[in-house]
């Protein structure tokens, strides 16, 4: 059973940083695309940034140039780095996975963890 526990959500001013992580387990990590969406109140989720298994990424315009996202397969970790950060940004933010190697597309993502709470304040 796949499982994923993202942690390093928190409280933060508007132009500065956060690194959020996510903890894989129950198969081999480095076998599958990994991915971060986030869900802001009232809206619907949205994809944020995805990894290929061969360590290819894409991004959401919205974060392009601010996030970036990697990966640990040696520690069955992803980690997305956020930077400049925007009150736009706060949401809550997912990891998931796929029984796939590619990201794309976007709507075959079906592993998903609990969610860490981002707000970035003005």
């Known amino acids: 059973q796949v499982q994923l526990v993202e942690s390093g959500g928190g409280l933060v001013q508007a132009g500065g940083s956060l690194r959020l992580s996510c903890a894989a387990s129950?198969?081999?990590?480095?076998?599958?695309?990994m991915a971060w969406f986030r869900q802001a109140p009232g809206k619907d989720r949205e994809f944020v940034a995805g990894?290929?298994?061969?360590?290819?990424?894409n991004y959401a315009d919205s974060v392009k140039g601010r996030f970036t996202i990697s990966r640990d397969n040696a520690k069955n970790t992803v980690t997305l780095q956020m930077n400049s950060l925007k009150p736009e940004d706060t949401a809550v933010y997912y990891c998931?996975?796929?029984?796939?190697?590619?990201?794309?597309?976007?709507?075959?993502?079906?592993?998903w963890g609990q969610g860490t709470q981002v707000t970035v304040s003005s």
């Open positions: 998931a996975t796929k029984d796939s190697s590619f990201w794309y597309p976007k709507s075959l993502f079906n592993h």
């Open positions: 990894i290929n298994s061969g360590g290819t990424t």
């Open positions: 129950g198969r081999t990590f480095s076998s599958y695309a």
